[in-house]
């Protein structure tokens, strides 16, 4: 016979009085179940002098039933929608990391960690880029990675308002505004934004050059630093000036093309008034006043008021010639040498004359036939005062007087 029809045949008063004394039964069970519960769940999380935050766990349980179950780290500001969780974060603040690699032994606080870490070792990309193809070992990574084809920038500046696809970016970024620089040098004590410059900075005073040249041997400090050396090598000039299509290795170098088109010079030397389109090209100049000639060659001591000059005068003890012709395999100390012997093949002349159309390759040739036009003599005899248009020309003519004083002292000896 059923409860049901149990209840059916007895008095509805003694029906009465005994659902009650079993919905008080059931309340007794079910507040004796979750003191044991709250009493686990208060043991998990006090850690050492710990305090724990949580509110009743029976008010809390009653709010269970309206809205998902939340679970409030008293550490930080993280919640949890299940208990586990939450113990497994704990792990974090208590320094537990009991998931350790087998290869190189480095510890991680959840086995999920460990397997992400592993394919370190064994190379695994599991994460592929319907985009591009290309994979990565993290899934956070491909979602990243994927804002470059979406260009999806989903952390804004507050200050500024310029959007990024990496919140690392953003942060680095904010420091612009605040002035803050978290990474100091142990060394010499300047700051930095972030820690990547003071990695590289931190190379000065250890020496260490990372980043080595496949062709050469050279190394560097700075990948960026190679990369732009390797286009010695490669030919590789991808900065184009739009106005004339030279093209050029470094960008700098583009910057510094480009003032020819613009006209600009706005550095006046305050000596002579010179003007020049860069600051190092004033600060080069001023030496001409100033007589200083800091780079010394180690060699011979003869000093040189540019690096360039002396890096180009050193060849001459090596013997060093590191620009080769790729027509003809002659190779040059200097890259403007292999640039002017180049023209011999390509036939370029791009240097023209103004007043006559006539082309040349060199700016020294034109300069030189423009004389034509102007008649300006600049070399004097300094035996009969005969002027000339170019030094060689003097030079040759100089040997008459050097001919003439040779035979009046083999006169003089005669007689």
Avoid: W
């Amino acid at each position: 016979m059923g409860l049901g029809s149990q209840f059916a045949m007895q008095d509805p008063e003694m029906v009465s009085v005994k659902l009650e004394a079993c919905s008080e039964s059931l309340k007794l069970n079910v507040i004796i179940i979750d003191e044991d519960e709250e009493e686990t769940i208060r043991s998990s999380v006090y850690h050492g002098d710990d305090v724990d935050t949580f509110s009743s766990f029976r008010e809390q349980k009653q709010e269970d039933r309206i809205a998902p179950m939340s679970h409030h780290c008293p550490h930080c500001e993280e919640i949890f929608q299940n208990i586990s969780n939450l113990r497994i974060h704990l792990q974090i603040h208590r320094g537990e990391k009991s998931h350790s690699c087998s290869d190189c032994g480095k510890s991680f606080t959840t086995s999920r960690n460990l397997t992400v870490h592993q394919r370190v070792h064994t190379g695994e990309k599991p994460y592929a880029c319907s985009d591009c193809g290309e994979s990565f070992s993290q899934k956070s990574t491909l979602k990243t990675h994927q804002r470059i084809h979406t260009g999806e920038k989903p952390y804004s500046c507050s200050d500024c308002g310029e959007s990024f696809a990496q919140k690392g970016n953003l942060i680095s970024h904010q420091r612009m505004h605040t002035g803050e620089r978290p990474y100091s040098c142990s060394d010499c004590g300047k700051s930095f934004r972030i820690s990547t410059e003071l990695t590289v900075h931190q190379r000065c005073h250890t020496g260490e050059k990372p980043y080595s040249c496949s062709y050469c041997g050279a190394s560097f400090s700075q990948q960026g630093h190679l990369k732009r050396h390797q286009r010695i090598h490669t030919g590789e000039k991808p900065y184009f000036c739009y106005d004339c299509g030279m093209s050029f290795s470094k960008q700098e170098n583009l910057k510094r093309h480009q003032l020819i088109h613009t006209g600009e010079k706005p550095y006046f030397c305050s000596d002579c008034r010179k003007s020049f389109r860069t600051s190092s090209d004033l600060k080069v100049h001023q030496r001409v006043h100033t007589g200083e000639k800091p780079y010394s060659c180690s060699d011979c001591g003869e000093s040189f008021s540019q690096k360039g000059n002396l890096i180009s005068h050193q060849r001459m003890h090596t013997g060093e010639r590191p620009y080769t012709c790729s027509d003809c395999g002659e190779s040059f100390a200097l890259k403007g040498y292999l640039k002017l012997h180049q023209r011999i093949h390509t036939g370029e002349k791009p240097y023209s004359c103004s007043d006559c159309g006539k082309s040349f390759r060199t700016s020294t040739e034109l300069k030189v036939h423009q004389r034509v036009h102007t008649g300006e003599k600049p070399y004097s005899c300094s035996y009969c005062g005969e002027s000339f248009s170019q030094q060689g020309h003097i030079k040759r003519h100089q040997r008459i007087h050097t001919y003439l004083e040779c035979g009046v002292c083999s006169l003089n000896r005669r007689t």
